[in-house]
């Protein structure tokens, strides 16, 4: 099981006790089960441990354990299937929308990003039943786990970590040298969980990064877009606007809210010749453009 936002950490996610792979039920360290491990400061650390404590991660916990009972069954891609089923949340795309993702060749997919840790984890379930050769650039959170399963992410930085500017151009070298060699990359562009503008209004999906644009254009890969239904609760949404640590403490919550929900992300028809003309003389603009046309996907006729 495991957790992320990709709103934030580092030393989070669920990771295995044992170094090496056990053939039944591998234990997973609750220790690790926290966004409190990305920030230094201790209170601040605190509050978040126990705002987790008071909503979501007891119940996170009763799935770990139950996940444990038959994870020897679910490696490596099969993990993530595995994780969701126990977590009741099932993938209701159409097959020949997911047949719209090329088989072969180097692609780049972008989505927004409404929830957080499930996602990345349907990212990687729904993508997998199409190639094996993917990458999901993701918050570290998602990267501390069953060790097959964590060759399919390669991590994002949390803005707060101090080694944040390293590591971002590691990531940024990892997922183009992967691209080069003709494999899939997934990413939400915004690099931000949707949230609101206003106590009560609807949730926004943010501005998307140039960072995408220059990824697709230096590999020369096919564009796939994918449009995730959904949004975290009001409660998070006012947190978002109070302060970091409400947010952070909430994350939990908000993957427990996911459970027991069926899941229908959108996967679009990879973009014409003529749709990624503006790539290469307007960057910035293009990924303004392919942000409302991915978020277009859930009001067309698909």
């Known amino acids: 099981m495991k957790v992320a936002d990709t ?4 030393n989070s996610g669920l990771t295995p006790r044992a170094s090496q792979t056990p053939s039944t039920g591998e234990v997973y360290d609750r220790r690790t089960l926290t966004y409190a491990n990305s920030f230094d400061d201790r209170w601040t650390s605190l509050a978040i441990r126990t705002l987790e404590w008071l909503t979501g ?3 996170i916990l009763r799935m770990v354990a139950k996940f444990e009972k038959t994870n020897a069954d679910h490696r490596g891609n099969k993990f993530w299937r595995g994780a969701l089923d126990v977590m009741g949340i099932k993938l209701q795309t159409p097959e020949e929308q997911i047949n719209r993702i090329p088989e072969t060749g180097p692609v780049v997919v972008v989505a927004n990003h409404p929830h957080g840790m499930v996602d990345g984890m349907i990212f990687a379930d729904l993508i997998g039943r199409r190639r094996l050769d993917y990458r999901i650039l993701t918050r570290s959170v998602l990267t501390g786990l069953d060790e097959a399963a964590t060759s399919f992410m390669i991590p994002v930085p949390f803005p707060h970590d101090p080694d944040a500017q390293r590591k971002m151009v590691e990531m940024r070298a990892k997922a183009m040298a992967h691209l080069k060699e003709g494999g899939v990359v997934a990413l939400f562009p915004s690099g931000v969980v949707m949230s609101s503008d206003s106590w009560f209004g609807s949730p926004v999906e943010r501005e998307w990064n140039v960072f995408t644009a220059q990824l697709i254009r230096r590999s020369g890969a096919q564009v796939v877009p994918m449009f995730f239904p959904g949004r975290n609760s009001r409660a998070y949404q006012i947190a978002c606007r109070v302060s970091p640590i409400l947010r952070q403490g909430l994350l939990l ?3 427990v809210r996911s459970c027991n929900k069926p899941q229908n992300p959108v996967v679009g028809h990879p973009l014409t010749a003529e749709q990624m003309e503006r790539l290469h003389t307007d960057p910035r603009g293009f990924m303004a453009w392919l942000r ?3 978020l277009g996907l859930g009001k067309s006729d698909r």
């Open 7 to 10: 709103a934030h950490n580092n």
């Open 57 to 59: 991660k007891f119940t």
């Open 253 to 255: 919550h908000e993957i």
């Open 292 to 294: 409302e046309y991915t």
